[in-house]
């Protein structure tokens, strides 16, 4: 029965993928189905700590990310939580030796968006390396599954393709941010101003992520290569329509892409890989 309850727990993770990303779901998909589940467990994580700094505004955020945090660490040295989604995570932490000084950054950035509302350049740089970088650490971990010279190798394009990912999320989710929560990640930065000098420099920033992410995906295992590939295109369609738009109307709408643009995006992928260009 213990077999049964690990599989429900990780029905949790699987179903949360699913219901707050359609994207990121999408390509989970595409990976081998040995990675899916172990890619699940770690955004189900991710997404219930975002949420608890995002969304719970009518409850303690500090406490129930305290609570969160130490039930996380309970979780990891028990082998076992009664919380699913902890319960899911604990089980791919443990399977790959996933290194805990990246949860610790992970908890610590979701713990800054509590009382920051700014940032400069270095506070903004630890953010994204706790919000985002670790997180495609994590996955890397998943997607090596033990090879510690491939995992060395890719480190540095992890990296970047996670920062890429979380700096267009930030451009696309800058109403939401700025006029929801009032945050201001970019550092130096005044939407209340903002120029086209200073979205181009940041629309820079993520060019070199980008360019310096492909390079790694090039060199994943063929398991992992498809579904980050396609989630790297979704990503970069998202950004190319973002640099068209001009600075201020960033502010008045969150750009998308829509749902036949990422079937074509798929079909231009599936293509490649098909005459071995990945």
């Known amino acids: 029965m ?8 990780q029905e949790c ?5 699913e219901r707050y990303s359609t994207s990121f779901s999408s390509a989970i ?15 189900g994580f991710v997404r219930f700590a975002d949420e608890i ?11 129930l990310l305290e609570e969160f945090r130490k039930s996380t660490y309970e979780a990891l040295d028990r082998g076992i939580s009664l919380n699913p989604i902890l319960n899911s995570f604990q089980l791919t932490v443990n399977a790959y030796h996933i290194d805990r000084g990246l949860i610790d950054a992970f908890l610590y950035s979701m713990e800054m968006d509590l009382s920051k509302r700014s940032y400069d350049r270095v506070g903004y740089e630890q953010y994204i390396y706790g919000s985002a970088e670790v997180v495609g650490l994590m996955c890397l971990y998943v997607f090596c599954d033990g090879n510690k010279d491939l995992y060395e190798q890719l480190k540095p394009s992890a990296r970047s393709l996670g920062a890429a990912f979380q700096k267009v999320n930030f451009l696309r989710d800058v109403k939401a941010d700025f006029e929801g929560l009032d945050r201001m990640y970019f550092p130096g930065c005044d939407f209340k101003n903002f120029s086209y000098k200073e ?10 992520d980008l360019e310096a992410a492909y390079e790694g995906i090039l060199q994943l295992p063929f398991k992992a290569r498809f579904g980050v590939y396609v989630a790297y295109k979704y990503y970069l369609s ?4 973002i640099k068209k738009i001009k600075p201020q109307k960033i502010l008045q709408q969150r750009i998308r892409i829509p749902d036949h643009s990422k079937l074509l995006i798929l079909a231009k992928a599936g293509i490649r890989q098909q005459f071995n260009f990945l």
């Open 238 to 241: 998202l950004f190319r329509k």
């Open 29 to 43: 998909n595409l990976l081998h189905k040995d990675l899916r589940t172990p890619i699940h467990n770690i955004y």
């Open 2 to 9: 213990m077999q049964l309850f690990h599989q429900v727990s």
């Open 53 to 63: 700094v995002d969304t719970f505004h009518d409850f303690d955020k500090s406490l």
């Open 199 to 208: 979205k181009q420099a940041i629309e820079a920033d993520i060019q070199k």
């Open 13 to 17: 993770s699987r179903i949360t993928t």
